[in-house]
């Protein structure tokens, strides 16, 4: 089972940016969809962006499209997540993790602690 540490998350001012971090450990990340999600509080945990193993293929959800890029470096085990033109509903604690579709739907098989992600107005 492949193991999660994100980073990066933090307090921003709305129109701001920040990245996220998440270091893999397992042999089998560079063939592994990975995936950020958030939650907010009060709602559910939603799927934000997505990415194949060779990063070749990426998705994501209607309310970050544009301002989120999701990316990877296999060499180092880590998935990435840029963030620009941050706003105050951005705010949520972000996960990463490792993704398969299960036929319905993408499902996680392994997830970080999370890092909170802060905007204010």
């Known amino acids: 089972q492949v193991q999660l540490v994100e980073s990066g998350g933090g307090l921003v001012q709305a129109g701001g940016s920040l990245s996220l971090s998440c270091v893999a450990s397992?042999?089998?990340?560079?063939?592994?969809?990975m995936g950020w999600f958030r939650q907010a509080p009060g709602k559910e945990r939603e799927l934000v962006s997505r990415?194949?193993?060779?990063?070749?293929?990426?998705d994501y959800a209607d309310s970050v499209k544009g301002r989120f890029t999701i990316s990877r470096d296999n060499a180092k085990n880590t998935l990435y997540l840029r963030m620009n033109s941050l706003k105050p509903e951005d705010t949520a604690v972000y996960y990463c993790?490792?993704?398969?579709?299960?036929?319905?739907?993408?499902?996680?098989?392994?997830w970080g602690q999370g890092t909170q992600v802060t905007v204010s107005s």
């Open positions: 397992g042999r089998l990340f560079s063939t592994t969809w």
């Open positions: 990415i194949s193993g060779p990063g070749s293929i990426t």
């Open positions: 993790a490792a993704i398969r579709w299960n036929g319905r739907t993408w499902s996680a098989d392994s």
